[in-house]
């Protein structure tokens, strides 16, 4: 069966992937301005690293939604914010593109 096809897959969220996205755009000016390479292969391998060191968190339902805005200041945030910080220095000491 083709799932894809048969089911609406728009209902399914990454949180982890919406916060860290969130929390590198927070981030991204000042790191920027501190030598922080911008090109897209950076900018997306920031984000590769960041997920790739956190446990994922996806929902379908409104409900989830609303679970996720909650876990949004708690323990989860600020693994977020870490992974986010990490992959930033990673990628700025050794940038994909030299």
Known sequence: MDVEKNY???F???DTERMVLEELGRRLD???ADGLC???DCVLDIAALALNRLKPRY???LMGTL???AAEEGEYAE???QAVAVAISKVKN???HS
């Open 8 to 10: 609406d897959l728009s």
């Open 12 to 14: 399914l969220v990454s």
């Open 30 to 32: 000042d790191e920027i």
């Open 38 to 40: 911008d090109c897209q």
């Open 59 to 61: 929902h379908a339902s």
């Open 67 to 69: 679970y996720a805005h």
């Open 79 to 81: 693994s977020v914010r």
């Open 94 to 96: 050794n940038p994909a």
